[in-house]
């Protein structure tokens, strides 16, 4: 059950929306961070204590997705990159918070659970002390708990965390997002311009168009690059972008005639 994941992909390629698919078919809870103007470390550990606390105390299965624009200390990766290779952050609870958290994991069937499966081997009478308790609510945070990094390789950054922070790699399974092939955008107008009043020749012609137009801005930023050396992304989103103007375009011409005569 253990997962973690690395989506590596520009702004607009799918990510976010891919992960929010796939943690609602996997029937986990899906939590994120809300940046505010005044985000900083100590509401980052904030944020990392409710979280773990419903994987690891409440036992739900969670996904916690991680978008890089989010990530405005450095400090945020360390500690992700500890979560990652350990299922802990050191020192998250302060001593008094602590005591309360000890309550609570004693309280936990999710805990009591995983306590009973770590030592079934050992001594049924034997008295478990409190590092017990704390080990096994670390091994349900890294059953239940699963982090989502959805990073984006455009500058130094992400080479410089990967290198910093090899948890990053080890313990994720990576994803390239990658463009999409002329099938998938020839599948994904289809299904949008369904719903457009038009005459078959006619949403044949136009989905033909928006494909054609992708797949050239795709070639002229490449050329873009090679005589340039700059680059120009060109994402899904782009083009759904893309489809949406002419469906709004279409409709409002059509009100437009519709007035005239």
């Known amino acids: 059950k253990k997962g973690n994941a690395l989506l590596v992909g520009v702004g607009g390629s799918g990510r976010k929306s891919l992960t929010t698919i796939a943690s609602f078919v996997c029937e986990q809870k899906l939590v994120q961070i809300e940046l505010t103007r005044t985000y900083g470390v100590l509401e980052w550990r904030e944020d990392l204590k409710r979280i773990v606390k419903i994987a690891g105390v409440e036992g739900i299965d969670t996904t916690f997705m991680i978008v890089d624009t989010q990530i405005v200390d450095e400090a945020f990766v360390e500690d992700i990159n500890n979560l990652l290779n350990n299922g802990e952050v050191p020192n998250l609870f302060p001593q008094d918070e602590l005591i309360a958290l000890m309550e609570e994991i004693s309280e936990s069937p999710a805990v009591a659970k995983m306590e009973k499966f770590m030592y079934a081997n050992d001594d049924p009478d034997t008295v478990r002390g409190s590092m017990d308790k704390y080990n096994a609510f670390v091994n349900v945070c890294r059953q239940k708990l699963h982090l989502v990094l959805c990073f984006s ?45 038009l ?15 992708q797949s050239r801005v795709i070639e002229l930023s490449n050329k873009y690059l090679r005589e340039v050396r700059r680059r120009y992304y060109v994402t899904p989103t782009s083009y759904l972008e893309l489809i949406k103007t002419f469906i709004s375009l279409i409709k409002r011409w059509r009100r437009r005639s519709n007035k005239i005569y």
């Open 199 to 213: 005459e078959n020749h006619e949403r044949s012609g136009v989905i033909k168009v928006c494909v054609e137009m």
């Open 153 to 197: 390789p455009i500058g130094d950054i992400f080479r410089t965390r990967l290198r910093m922070f090899p948890s990053l790699v080890n313990c994720c399974y990576i994803d390239l997002f990658t463009k999409w092939p002329k099938d998938a955008l020839d599948s994904v107008a289809t299904r949008f311009l369904s719903v457009v009043p």
